[in-house]
């Protein structure tokens, strides 16, 4: 069964980079199945999707962040990474890293996720 | 971009009561890119439905979804306790890119 488990400061300053890793266990990235997501929840409120990458490099992400958004993948430790520049108290939320259905699949959704990690933007 | 509006927003319900959420679309969505999640607090989502229609593994029955186009529902046939949660539609479009609801809490009445 696959487990996701994200890693990361939780807390950062105005204007910084935000600098998020999730590490995956039981199943391989490598194995080109899947996309793999980055995902975020203000507190309190509903869920946005900050974007996505395969094993091949190839990203996409969310319009409304993609200026400050970018999504890495590390086969060798398999993990992927997230970085968010000039961060401001509105990117406070918790971060959820999560995978998405088989790719050869003809549909779209996130059937495992990290547990979730907290980060504050605060000076 | 696509807009999800789930209602109601809150619904007060009791054990062994059936349940019935909606969600709609700004434009119209194919139902393979369509899923629900329930999640609880201090939880990360957990995946119900996909494809509008199909179960997710280990998700009980009591658990349907229904719907084409612009609206789609999510249907719990008996209430139990620990279905009590907040409960995210999710749809998958063209950029591409993904969106959700802005949730339906289903709160014990």
């Known amino acids: 069964q696959v487990q996701l488990q994200e890693s990361g400061p939780g807390l950062v300053k105005p204007s910084q980079t935000l600098s998020l890793t999730c590490t995956v266990s039981g199943g391989s990235i490598s194995s080109g199945d899947y996309y793999w997501s980055w995902i975020r929840q203000p507190a309190g409120k509903g869920l946005e999707w900050i974007g996505r990458i395969y094993i091949s490099g190839r990203t996409n992400y969310n319009p409304s962040l993609k200026s400050r958004v970018t999504i890495s993948v590390d086969t060798s430790k398999n993990q992927f990474s997230l970085k968010l520049t000039s961060v401001t108290a509105a990117d406070t939320a918790a971060y959820y890293c999560?995978?998405?259905?088989?790719?050869?699949?003809?549909?779209?959704?996130?059937?495992?996720w990290g547990q979730g990690t907290l980060v504050t933007v605060s000076t | 971009e696509i807009v999800l509006t789930q209602s109601p927003g809150t619904v007060s319900l009791s054990p062994g009561e059936r349940a019935t959420l909606s969600c709609r679309a700004s434009?119209?969505?194919?139902?393979?890119?369509f899923a629900w999640y329930q999640q609880k607090p201090g939880q990360a989502p957990r995946l119900l439905i996909y494809?509008?229609?199909r179960r997710a593994t280990g998700i009980p029955d009591r658990f349907s979804g229904s719907g084409s186009g612009t609206d789609f529902t999510l249907t719990i046939s008996r209430l139990e306790p620990e279905d009590f949660a907040v409960y995210y539609c999710q749809q998958y479009g063209s950029s591409p890119m993904y969106s959700f609801g802005q949730g339906t809490k289903l709160e014990i009445k």
């Open positions: 999560a995978k998405e259905g088989a790719y050869t699949s003809p549909f779209y959704y996130f059937d495992y």
């Open positions: 434009q119209s969505v194919s139902s393979s890119f």
């Open positions: 494809g509008a229609s």
